[in-house]
């Protein structure tokens, strides 16, 4: 790929997109304008409505007759407008002034054995239907009142000799004067029931507040910046990415279905040019456009909470900083995406049409975030579009654990490197990009090969597959034993889809996973690092980047298996590991990405497997590990010296956890380990390295039949397209 030919696309397109004046009402002036005049109409709109309806007294029907001492205390409390009898139908006055209407039975109290060790809460009581329900509810529905209140007919005789009467508001929450009401009219009989208590506690010689005994104070806790966080999360992580959403819409169809309804999408085929790089060059100006709209809204509502907000209450800046980060990967999903799907468009109509399937249920995805349920966990953290819409809404809470924040962050780059394979891959056929007609299995390259290596993009998409399998088949399994959760994650989740896929497609088993016969002087090189790699690594990275210490013992007592014995221990964590992840890793990756050259299919296989551990903490010494098992891969042209070496470097660990003999105890209890031992482990591990490198690599590196060798065509465009 020439990076100036890719330079030259991604300005062109550029310079058309932003003489648009579309393209630039979408980049300033909708988030210039959008934020300030939305937070300022509604707050307006709340404020009037809030102040207005605070300055209306309430209007409350009173259904029986108050007690003496109960009226008297409710007169005096202030826009409460006490109306007798508002809106009571005769059969309903007539049975409360005779008794013959009851109140209902409440709900069963719950005993004194069953109550403070209870876990569940009480269920919510509904009253039964009755004649005062129905005629309270008619009443404030058709706004005659605001608010029922009915004073029992037992209630003054209760009070009189110093007993329990019983009250009822009836109130309906969804109108907001009624709701108002009901808050006024609670403060009143409250107010009213203290004074009460007061008298009789008096009247009795008891000491004040005898009859309640203590008070419970509530206090709240959260911080100011908390509750604007709440606030701002439940809105703005929906209306980001909704905007992020706009940005790359419309620059997807016009420099695609726009260009073949113009005729310049012919003209850019002829010119000679490959693929890759029109494909490179129309997806970065339409990333960058999106991005632009990202940050323009983000910086748009930065200056307007900034603005409106109180100074005790503004949101530190470095959280909108870090939302704009977060909204990268969803860009480059966006743009990818809607460029595969546009390019199958005829004219910039029937593009929209092309989108919309996708636009909706990716602005669904944004949209439940503003739901107080859906937060960031372990089930959110691997969703598309709502990872990263949570985590948005995590960060204005102050709510964003590292280890979630590492999983939304490495599942939204798999899903923007999914949708950047399939946008290169349709790019790749000559016939979708003049208006042909092509089967999504050709599309996809669904059809079964005879022999050979997957290609990059093959393994890359594999890779990310797996990943998310991996994923959620744990959260699935998360209640069954530790024993059973290893076995069925490394055999299921890793081995079984990595050889379902080879056999599946017809590669080579051979070629493909590296299951040829390795040298001696290969496996011994492998066996001196599997000896000693861990103390090189473990004296090395982790005293310069240490674990905390709580996650270092749990992962410890994790790979104990809760107590299994040595032999179940040492299989479930040093062998089957060993297997499945360098078939996988060494395996199907690397072979895909062995083309590009030798260092970049070790240097990214070694990423892909630390990202695999699922841990920022674990990250750097898998990778560590991840860059020898690759090389040992490279110099012997087989996963055996590396399944070899995985083995015993897990192995090892294992049984100094297993064994703890006293000579290690203190390496066990979390110190660094010593210079002593770093340094004979780095002198072992140089030697193994050296007895690598003397190795004759036992196949080419090039492969001989590999799916990437295909040609798309003939034509000045498809020249390149199958280098990756």
Sequence with gaps: ?????????????????????????????????????????????????????????????????????????????GKLELVPWAGAPPDVRDGLLSGALAPPAGPVPRSEEEAPGAEDPPPRWTEPENPVLAAARAAVSERKVDAVLVPWPSLGTELGRGGKGSVAIYFDSVRADSATAEARLQGALRRARTAIVAEREAARGLPEGFSIAY????????????????????????????????????????????????????????????????????????????????????????????????????????????????????????????????????DFKDGQNALMPAYLPLSLLAGITALPVVELNPWTAYA?????????????????????????????????????LFAARVFERENVLLGGQESARAVLGLRRRAGGTPSAGFSLAAFAGVQVLFFYGSLLIARASVVVQLAVSQVGFFLAPTLALVAGFGYSPRATLGLRRPSVRGLAGALLLGVSAWAAIGGTVLRWFPAPEPFARELGEL?????????????????????CEELLFRGLVYSGLRRAGPAVAIGVSALLFGLAHGSVYRLLPTFSL???????????????????????????????????????????????LPWSVTAAGAVVSVAGLLLLRSTVPGEPEDGAATEGSERRGSGPAGGGAGED
Excluded at 399 to 406: G, N, S, T, V
Excluded at 559 to 579: H, R, S
């Design 1 to 77: 790929m020439r990076l100036a030919i890719v330079w030259t696309i991604l300005r062109k397109e550029l310079v058309e997109s932003l003489r648009d004046r579309r393209t630039l009402v979408r980049l300033i002036l909708v988030p210039i304008l959008l934020y300030p005049l939305f937070a300022l109409g509604m707050s307006k709109l709340i404020g009037s409505e809030a102040a207005a309806r605070e300055a209306r007294s309430s209007r409350i029907a009173v259904w029986g007759e108050l007690a003496e001492g109960l009226r008297t205390r409710l007169d005096p409390a």
């Design 215 to 346: 008070d419970v104070v509530p206090r709240d806790v959260a911080a100011d910046s908390r509750k604007v966080g709440q606030i701002l999360g439940s809105m703005m992580p929906m209306m980001l990415i909704l905007m992020s959403l706009l940005g790359s819409f419309l620059p997807a169809i016009d420099l695609t279905a726009g260009e073949k309804e113009r005729g310049t999408m012919q003209t850019l085929l002829c010119a000679p040019v490959r693929s890759i790089e029109i494909i490179s060059g129309k997806f970065l100006a339409v990333w960058v456009i999106s991005l632009l709209t990202a940050l323009g809204n983000v910086v748009s509502l930065s200056l307007t909470v900034s603005r409106m907000l109180p100074d005790v209450m503004v949101v530190d800046p470095w959280i909108f900083a870090l939302a704009f980060v977060l909204l990268v990967p969803v860009t480059l999903l966006f743009s990818a995406l809607f460029l595969a799907l546009a390019v199958f468009a005829k």
């Design 384 to 420: 598309p579009v709502l990872n990263i819409a949570v985590l948005i809404k995590a960060l204005f809470v102050g709510e964003a654990p590292a280890d979630l924040l590492f999983t939304a962050l490495l599942s939204s780059a798999l899903y923007a490197c999914l949708a950047l």
């Design 559 to 579: 790979v104990l298996l809760g107590g299994q014995p040595y032999p179940v221990v040492l299989l479930l964590v040093a062998v089957t590991p060993a297997v």
């Design 626 to 672: 991840g860059l020898v098992l690759g090389y040992a891969r490279h110099r012997t042209g087989s996963a055996l010296p590396g399944a070899l070496l995985h083995a015993l470097n897990n192995g090892l660990a294992v049984s100094l956890l297993y064994f703890k003999p006293p000579s290690v105890q203190g390496i066990i209890e979390g110190e660094v």
